[in-house]
T-cell receptor
Framework: GQNIDQPTEMTATEGAIVQINCTYQ??????LFWYQQHAGEAPTFLSY????GLEEKGRFSSFLSRSKGYSYLLLKELQMKDSASYLC????????????FGSGTQLTVLP | DVKVTQSSRYLVKRTGEKVFLECVQD?????MFWYRQDPGLGLRLIYF???????EKGDIPEGYSVSREKKERFSLILESASTNQTSMYLC?????????????FGPGTRLTVT
């Protein structure tokens, strides 16, 4: 099975940097995903890591350490529109490469 | 752009009714998924399908069934709706092969069972 932990809530200030951590325990690992979900909307894909290291995509970066079962999402130059829930998800080695999601981290960006 | 659509944004049903939720994707994806999302519990996988007429149980299949008669369409069925099935239901699709297999989500159906 899969067990995924991430903080429930975080608060940060506009223009700052915030790091959202995710730890996981899994019986089969096939990559780690981060999704963003604004209130009342569907999740949208942010990043995918399958190898150790940092993947950078504009203001967002994602890091993975497979040996530690650990990932983080780094958001730089925070904007008010970044207020959302951030979901960590682990991919399985399965027929549909299905994902198991964490409960999400609600990020609030304050002016 | 991948588009995943769901038949209704909001639905209100009575206890005991049979409920159909439909999902259609236009990107020729092999995989399709149904989730429910509840506060504090995150997204939980109900059923998924990796090909036409193929289906597998997810983590919480009890009280639900699915149908995949065409590649682009995946239906979730609540045989006899109960109040504990009040939730947000999200459909998603993804490629079965290839390096990138991120899931694309529909807008969701908020189902209320009274």
């Amino acid at each position: 099975g899969q067990n995924i932990d991430q903080p429930t809530e975080m608060t940060a200030t506009e223009g700052a940097i915030v790091q959202i951590n995710c730890t996981y325990q899994t019986s089969g690992f096939n990559g780690l995903f981060w999704y963003q979900q604004h209130a009342g909307e569907a999740p949208t894909f942010l990043s995918y890591n399958v190898l150790d290291g940092l993947e950078e995509k504009g203001r967002f970066s994602s890091f993975l350490s497979r040996s530690k079962g650990y990932s983080y999402l780094l958001l730089k130059e925070l904007q008010m529109k970044d207020s959302a829930s951030y979901l960590c998800a682990v991919g399985a080695i399965g027929s549909a490469r299905q994902l198991t999601f964490g409960s999400g981290t609600q990020l609030t960006v304050l002016p | 752009d991948v588009k995943v659509t769901q038949s209704s944004r909001y639905l209100v049903k009575r206890t005991g009714e049979k409920v159909f939720l439909e999902c259609v994707q236009d990107m020729d994806h092999e995989n399709m998924f149904w989730y429910r999302q509840d506060p504090g519990l995150g997204l939980r996988l109900i059923y998924f399908s990796y090909d036409v007429k193929m289906k597998e149980k997810g983590d919480i299949p009890e009280g639900y069934s699915v149908s995949r008669e065409k590649k682009e369409r995946f239906s979730l069925i609540l045989e006899s709706a109960s109040t504990n099935q009040t939730s947000m239901y999200l459909c998603a699709s993804s490629l079965r092969q290839g390096a990138s297999y991120e899931q694309y989500f529909g807008p969701g159906t908020r189902l209320t069972v009274t």
